[in-house]
């Protein structure tokens, strides 16, 4: 039987963007239910029960992280709202926030109520001009019908959203980078220790949440632990360690598929079921070569590679779940947005694509990462104008493993991210690496020969 | 006791907040940092002090997993510090019961030391090398933790990042861009302690840098500072720049002369010229820093204005006079004044003198006649206290990190001091002006002739006698019989009490021009002291008769 979608059944129905539709469908009945019905602790439980990840990129428990927050705080507790998605060929969040506004506002509504939060601020980056508008006629209706603001539906709560555009950067997705940002200041992320739940926006205990996160929410309140968890990957017994991945999730095809899409399926869905089933294979009749299981930082997959232990699979069959790419030696899960190349296409070329962006974003601020990936970006660029040399791969693979939060040389986890589609590439790839080096090929992408300081 | 292990040696650190640098500092082991700076914030970005750091619980140690910036890492009874430097510790310790699963996959401390070579690597990638021709070059950090924790090569072939240098950052400060490592000092200084926030952080990544917003240069009175903060050469003082290579200056411990704040300073010199002034820390006096009037305040001792021989007027001029043919005639000079009419004979000793210097000439014009009356010289005081830091108005806001004070002397309670122990009472110099005196002796050593001419009437009646000592031409110094050449701040040792009653001992950093007698070498031949004018000497003497000094 085929999956039915959830959280986006209602994409591309008529009125989906709008209350009166979103009412239609059951909308808001979940939050008038937890009000009239629930302590703000139950809705906790129920989050934390149900075994809800995060659908930022880490994937850590949502409720775990509710409770995080200091027990009867005197003061405000704010809720940011995670939408500056600017991991490339990421955009599940975007349809969200386009097409059905209203259930990732439920979201936030009962959020606030759980963490007993009045205020939220949903930041958007700068680049979704479309969601920021749909989520501005959201949030105007939402006033309009009373559903915000004060004493909502006398029950005695009170909630403000805010939106707040971002100014176009990717550390503003890093959680205490989205803080700063919001604050008015450079997004540089902050040392943790003091995690945002104890101090967060404004020095006041806060938590980010990412829009898919909370549209999980709507649908677990609405449908119950039960429903959620009979979807997705339980935990492995044999890691206690593990906290599975129940639920659906969005996936986000992009690269070189026939059909880029956005799907809902269960979690823990193959790499192979996705491209081929829901993708429509890959594009021009061509083979994959590699593929990006999670959003550039999370690394690569060499789609050959058998999976020891497994007759006849290769890494194109693992699992996307949270533990799926890191068994092979990727990152994790990361946002779920797949990436394909082609057979045809060079990975230094993507390599080269992959250090700019890193080398682009990262924020400056700890010596590593800013000198890393800057460094990292003149020796592909170097390479793919035919002016590689052999040893600059174990340069690459040597800084992609010593940047980052992991070895403990950063402040946030860009670096690990940009590090880390370097390191697999040249290790999964590194035959094909070799062989342009001994070459002396130029890439056909390669510009005229302006020297990497230019960049 | 809570107690702390860096490198396995036990150390004790009672109830201080410490972190994981000055714990180690405590150990006797140096944690090399480049953002971290006590006065600042902790941003913890430049990564050069990370270390390896577990927890002794239960006769284990469990260590962490990763490597962890020391700056911004607490440290609590148990902690245990591993540095990079592990390997150079005292092997009479015994060793810690370290987990041998850690052990097994590198050597203790090996993770850190790589992680600060690494650091550093990084740090040199878009680092010019110029050191042959950087002002810093002798006493820059990243050459000193280069040589020390980095390594020998680099392994970058690319070109690198070369942006332009912006010698128009400030007046008096230029910033070489390309030699910058981003430890964002200089942007925490601004913000913090001065308030004025004129230094930002442009662009992102490896094309970050350092500078101000258009229109808005670094200009504020304690700028000069974020020279001294920036541990490379990026941030150049226009005033010292290729003027000397740092491993010619000659440092000494000096006191600064500019307000009554009484700033610790370090002088260097080269050959008896003062070439910079830098903060040494105090907490007692000022803490980090000093202000820019004082850090460029030296001017004056390198002056070609300054009297550098004593001179006599003679038919209406100043002709040179030898200090032999003169001193026997001040003496008799100022002798039969006493004599005659003592009630009418003052002298003044200026706020610049050393508490030294003041107690010396005071007791000698005492000696002569207990009549001849002792005056506090004029003391400059212009404008209000100024405090840091400031908000975008200007106006300062609590707490106050820094403060210019509006009297411009350095030494006014001490002098006061003196002349209450030696006469019983401070006469001001306002109070003799009105008087048409016999004789005056005026002690001056006004490094800012301005502020004197200021406090003087235009209605002045020069004295019959007068005596001037100073540094440069005052209006007091115009109408003097005798010119003598003052010393300077630097060309002295003594003691300043500053603003709060906390006096400040200072070396000598100078020889002054070779004419020239300091106040002290005077004041032992008017009293006809045997042996060297020495400052050490006349202020165990001092303490025994001045109970404030005691």
Known sequence: MPYEPVLLARINKPNSGKLEGYRADGGYEAFARALKDKKPLDVVTQVKDSGLRGRGGAGFPCGLKWTFLPKDHPGPIYLCVNADESEPCTYNNRILMEKDPHQVLEGIMLACYAIRSQKAFFYVRYEYGDSFRSLEAAVAELYAAKLLGTNILGSGFDLDIVLHRGAGAYICGEETGLIESLEGKRAWPRIKPPFPAIEGAFRKPTIVNNVETLACVTQIMKNGNDWFKSIGVPPNPANPRDAGGYGPKLYTLAGHVEKPVCVEVPMGITIRDLVEKHGGGVWKGRKAKAVNPGGLSMGFVDVNAPLRGADGKTEYDIPLDFNGPGSVGCLGLGTAAVTVIDDQTSMIDVLHNVCQFFSHESCGQCTPCREGTGWMLKITDRLRRGLGRREDLDILIDVGDRIGIMPGTTICGLSDGAGWPVKTAIRKFRAEFEAAIKSGAKSKYAKALAMAGAH | ?550
């Open chain 2, 1 to 550: 006791m809570p107690t702390v292990y860096v490198n396995d040696k036990p150390v004790e650190i009672g109830t201080a907040k410490l972190n994981c640098v000055q714990a180690a500092e405590l150990a006797g082991a140096f944690l090399p940092h480049y953002c971290w700076h006590e006065a600042l914030s902790v941003v913890a970005s430049c990564r050069m002090c990370l270390v390896e750091m577990g927890d002794l619980k239960d006769g284990k140690v469990t260590m962490q997993p990763k490597v962890l910036p020391g700056c911004q890492t607490p440290v609590k009874d148990g902690t245990v510090i591993v540095t990079g430097d592990y390997d150079k510790r005292d092997r009479a310790l015994p060793v810690l019961p370290y987990d041998p699963a850690y052990t097994k996959t590198a050597p203790l401390g090996a993770r850190a030391k790589k992680a600060q070579a690494d650091t550093l690597e990084g740090l040199l990638i878009n680092h010019p090398l110029d050191c042959p021709v950087c002002d810093k070059a002798g006493e820059c950090k990243l050459q000193d933790f280069s040589y020390k924790y980095g390594r020998s090569e680099s392994r970058m072939v690319d070109l690198k990042n070369t942006p332009a240098n912006k010698p128009g950052l400030s007046s008096k400060i230029t910033l070489f861009t390309d030699r910058c490592i981003m430890c964002t000092r200089c942007v925490r200084f601004t913000r913090e302690i001065s308030g004025t926030a004129e230094l930002q952080v442009v662009g992102r990544g490896h094309h970050e840098e350092i500078d101000t917003f258009p229109g808005r240069p670094l200009e504020n009175k304690l700028a000069g500072n974020v020279v001294d903060l920036c541990p490379v050469g990026a941030l150049g003082s226009k005033d010292f720049l290729y003027k000397q290579r740092v491993w010619y200056l000659k440092t000494t411990d000096g006191v600064c002369n500019g307000c009554s704040t009484g700033c610790s300073t370090y002088v260097d010199t080269n050959k008896d010229i003062v070439y910079r002034l830098r903060a040494r820390y105090n907490p007692k006096a000022q803490g980090h820093f000093m202000c820019d009037d004082g850090r460029y305040g030296y001017h004056h001792a390198n002056s070609g204005e300054r009297f550098v021989r004593p001179v006599v007027k003679t038919e209406g001029r100043f002709k040179p006079v030898p200090w032999s043919v003169l001193l026997p005639q001040l003496k008799l000079d100022f002798q039969t004044a006493a004599n005659q009419n003592a009630m009418s004979t003052v002298a003044v000793l200026s706020p610049f003198l050393t508490v030294e210097e003041a107690f010396l000439l005071g007791s000698y014009f005492k000696s002569l006649s207990p009549h001849i009356r002792l005056v506090l010289g004029p003391v400059p005081v212009i404008g209000a206290d100024d405090k840091y830091p400031k908000n975008v108005k200007g106006e300062s806001i609590e707490p106050v990190k820094f403060t210019i004070r509006a009297e411009k002397a350095p030494n006014r309670v001490g002098v006061e001091e003196v002349l209450k122990a030696l006469q019983g009472e401070v006469i001001p110099f306002a109070k003799v002006t009105g008087e048409a005196l016999a004789a005056l002796w005026f002690a001056g050593g006004y490094p800012n002739p301005a502020h004197l001419d200021a406090l003087v009437p235009p209605a002045w009646k020069t004295p019959a006698l007068l005596v001037a000592q100073d540094l440069l031409p005052t209006v007091v110094t115009a109408s003097a019989k005798y010119i003598l050449p003052a010393t300077t701040g630097f060309e002295k040792d003594g003691t300043f009490v500053n603003h709060a009653g906390y006096a400040q001992t200072f070396g000598r950093s100078a020889r002054p021009p070779v004419e020239v007698r300091s106040e002290l070498q005077l004041a032992y031949d008017l009293l006809d002291r045997k042996g060297l004018a020495q400052a050490a000497n006349v202020r165990k003497e001092l303490a025994a008769k001045v109970a404030y000094f005691s």
